[in-house]
């Protein structure tokens, strides 16, 4: 069983996305613009590359022709990087490109630049498919987004690297069901689907959302619901699954709820990080669930508006009973947070810089 996240400089680069080879039988110029394009960018130069090839054998057999561009950028392991585009019974691979580092966050956004130019649409969708491990940085023996050639993104990065407003930003990575990964994508999309705990397997299963997401009309929460189920059906540890919806523009709203319950309150005296739902594998323990985080550091406070903040922010959520044999999943609100762990300096000053912190003062 693999998961995507693991425990453990820009380059100059102009010019060279501009020099990357185009096949013989399609040049990538500028299409006609359609209703949607869809861009998967799967930075599987890693242990993941063999599932980054089975996901996309399903992606391409899911695809039927519609009025949406879909295409895939995957950097696998011992290949370079190449765009695919899913076209029904005729798939091609439409450019090649040098050796490149997939984690880094200049490369992500002249990727994605160059697609979206060429391939413009009334409305972008987004699934970043890689490792990740929520909002936390690089270097850390932990991951952010994205690993290749020791490289990850960290989420700031990734925010200030997306080109366009997306209609939606799909995570088939660990951990980024998080709020202060959504906090600092809130002005880039629309909508977010993202597991808070890892994600397992097989991931997100692309022969059952793909044909979703080519509809003329996206059922987002339908999306997250197939994913929810497909795991739900499963047995033993892998029966193991979160998943997120979240409507990025309650989460100013969200926000100013949690700052007046922190600011207005006294953290309980017998608070214990150690009770609150854990949504993470790490002993240390860094993803907890944030209401329940609100609820048992805060019990006296008045709690109502952000409950309907919460309500607002989350269109769906669902979990399993159990994550991994490891632990219950007894409380999940649809969005993660941090504690500060008394003895990583290093993570809470690094927090501290995160714009859902600044804002709420939750550290």
Known sequence: MKMKTAYFLLIP??????????????KMTNQPKISRTIIVYMAADNDLSEDALNDIEEMKQSFSGSDVNFLVFADLKDENPYLLKLEGKTNRI??????????????LKEVLSDIIEKYPADEYGLIL??????WMPQNMQLRSFGYDSGKQI????????????????????????AVEVAY??????????????ETIYEGFPYDKIVPELIQPQINLQSIAQKYFNFY????????????????????????????????????????????????????E?????????????????????????LNQTVLYKNSTPMFLSMYEIKMYCGLSCYIPHPKRNDLNAYYKSLKWNIDTFME
Request: negative net charge; proline residues 3%.
């Open 154 to 177: 960290n989420i700031p990065e990734l925010a200030e690297s997306l080109p366009v407003h997306f209609n939606f930003v799909l995570f088939d990575a660990c951990l980024m069901g």
């Open 129 to 134: 498919w890689s490792h990740g491990t929520s």
């Open 13 to 26: 680069l102009l010019g060279l996305l501009l020099a990357s080879c185009k096949d013989d039988d399609e």
């Open 232 to 283: 739900n059906s499963l047995k033993d540890d892998y029966r193991s699954a979160t998943i997120t919806l979240i409507e990025t523009k309650q989460l100013a709203g969200l926000a100013e709820e949690v700052r007046k319950i922190v600011t207005e309150n006294e953290i309980d005296s017998s608070f214990n990080r150690k009770t609150v739902q854990r949504l993470d594998v790490y002993d």
């Open 94 to 107: 439409i450019q090649t490109y040098p050796e490149l580092n997939s984690a880094n966050p200049a490369v």
């Open 285 to 309: 323990q860094y993803v907890f669930d944030l209401a329940d985080y609100i609820n048992k550091a805060y019990p006296d406070a008045d709690k109502h508006a952000f409950i309907n903040s």
């Open 184 to 197: 600092e994508l809130k002005d880039k999309t629309d909508y977010i689907i993202a597991s808070s705990t």
